[in-house]
């Protein structure tokens, strides 16, 4: 079982940055891939960023690429999403997902979610 837990979020203005954490418990955190999923009211779960169990592979979609930047801790357990040139169509909900140790942008992919943090971004 892992446990997870994201922290970071708030309100800030168009072209600010914010970084996410994500603090794990439980299972060896190197044994998962991890990912960064959004959620906006009305809409569906979409990809943002995954990062091998090593750290080796990381993924993004076009619409973050150059923008976010997913790293890890494996010691502390962590992973962290620092998000920078913030958009208001970045506002969601972010959760952070444990999952295979080379990661999908697949949110049925994962095994364990935490329960998020809001980001909202005012233009």
């Known amino acids: 079982q892992v446990q997870l837990v994201e922290s970071g979020g708030g309100l800030v203005q168009a072209g600010a940055s914010l970084r996410l954490s994500c603090a794990a418990s439980?299972?060896?955190?190197?044994?998962?891939?991890m990912g960064w999923f959004r959620q906006a009211p009305g809409k569906e779960r979409d990809f943002v960023a995954a990062?091998?169990?090593?750290?080796?592979?990381?993924y993004y979609p076009d619409s973050v690429k150059g923008r976010f930047t997913i790293s890890r801790d494996n010691a502390k357990k962590t992973v962290y999403l620092q998000m920078n040139v913030l958009k208001p169509e970045d506002t969601a909900v972010y959760l952070c997902?444990?999952?295979?140790?080379?990661?999908?942008?697949?949110?049925?992919?994962?095994?364990?979610w935490g329960q998020g943090t809001q980001v909202t971004v005012s233009s």
């Open positions: 997902a444990a999952g295979p140790m080379i990661p999908s942008n697949k949110p049925g992919s994962y095994d364990y």
């Open positions: 439980g299972r060896t955190f190197s044994n998962y891939g």
């Open positions: 990062i091998s169990g090593s750290g080796s592979s990381i």
